[in-house]
């Protein structure tokens, strides 16, 4: 059975101090507002309305938990670096992102979402700068695709990799899209390899 498949929504959080007790090994999906993440993860889980996706970018404001059918769990993190949000809402979001991203114990891999067609922003940069010093591993997902040529979609992915080489094998890449359903199987192949190496998870 599909990795994601029959994930059920579990809890949504709107602070640190709300987190649950880590329980099972955690895996976080996090993005620029519109970037695609929401769309990615209804695909990956083979559900339509799974995690919800906006037009409006920085609709979603939560942390919010899926349960996998496995023990472990989809953390869907809120989209950032959207102009139009408030500032004091973004200062909430970046504390809110970093805390998680560094604190959490049983997180186990950062999926990191970007539009193929303007990867690696400043902010994507700002999350990786977060995660990396973890040492735990990041799958980018380069949304959107089937929206550039296949020539442009091989450059991008080669430009993407060849920036983030530095991180060497803590850093993995793809394409992805969610119209096509392409790509599902090599993030499954990614995140699975990660769950089987996963330690089990400390108790709270």
């Known amino acids: 059975m599909s990795l994601f498949r029959n994930a059920q929504f579990e809890i ?3 602070k640190p101090s709300g987190l649950p007790p880590p329980h099972g090994p955690e895996i976080a999906f996090a993005g620029r507002s519109n970037a695609g993440k929401s769309s990615a993860i209804n695909t990956l889980a083979n559900h ?10 920085g609709r979603t404001q939560l942390i919010n938990f899926f349960r996998l ?9 809120p989209g950032y670096g959207y102009a139009e949000v408030p500032e004091a809402v973004r200062r909430q979001w970046q504390h809110l992102l970093e805390d998680y991203l560094t ?22 940069r700002t999350m990786i700068g977060w995660f990396a010093p973890s040492g735990r591993p990041i799958h980018v997902l380069l ?12 450059a991008t992915l080669a ?8 991180l060497g094998e803590q850093v993995t890449v793809q394409l992805f899209s969610s119209l096509k359903k392409t790509g599902v199987e090599e993030v499954e ?4 390899s990660w769950l089987a190496e996963a330690p089990s998870a400390p108790s709270a």
């Open 12 to 14: 949504s959080v709107a």
């Open 48 to 57: 339509v309305r799974l995690a919800f996706v906006s037009k409006t970018p």
């Open 69 to 77: 059918q496995n023990g472990a769990v989809l953390v869907d993190l």
């Open 103 to 124: 604190r959490r114990p049983n997180l186990i891999g950062l999926v990191l979402i970007m539009d193929s067609r303007h990867p690696l922003k400043d902010r994507d």
């Open 143 to 154: 949304t959107k695709s089937d929206k550039l040529t296949r020539s442009e979609a091989a």
């Open 159 to 166: 430009a993407v990799k060849k920036e983030l080489a530095p």
């Open 189 to 192: 192949r990614v995140v699975g």
